[in-house]
Nanobody, 122 residues
């Protein structure tokens, strides 16, 4: 499966953005899909993930602000980011793993999108 992340941009603190992860080559319905982010000079970190069943895992720093959803008909997974903070600034990546559950380790994901930049100004 090939993944393409999009929707990033430059926003102000408190604004919202919706990122999209589009899949091609295979249907995403049997994949767990996660969003990771990587800030300058920091390691890539798990943000949110959604299982094939629709259940989700959300890291504490974005709980109540970020929501992940999937549209199997469109073969897309979305990351809705509300109340953005400057510390959310990073390159955001979507990743997928087949026929299993969301994991928080980057090494568990064989498929990655190219990343989309999110910059939040104060």
């Amino acid at each position: 499966v090939q993944l393409q992340a999009s929707g990033g941009g430059l926003v102000q603190a408190g604004d919202s953005l919706r990122l999209s992860c589009a899949a091609s080559g295979r249907t995403l319905s049997s994949y767990a899909v996660a969003w990771f982010r990587q800030a300058p000079e920091k390691e890539r970190e798990f943000v949110v993930g959604i299982n094939w069943s629709g259940s989700t895992d959300v890291t504490d720093s974005v709980k109540g602000r970020f929501t992940v959803s999937r549209d199997n008909a469109q073969n897309r997974v979305y990351l809705q980011m509300n109340s953005l903070k400057p510390e959310d600034t990073a390159v955001y990546f979507c990743a997928a793993r087949y026929n299993t559950l969301v994991a928080r380790a980057t090494s568990r994901y064989p498929y990655w999108g190219q990343g989309t930049q999110v910059t939040v100004s104060s």
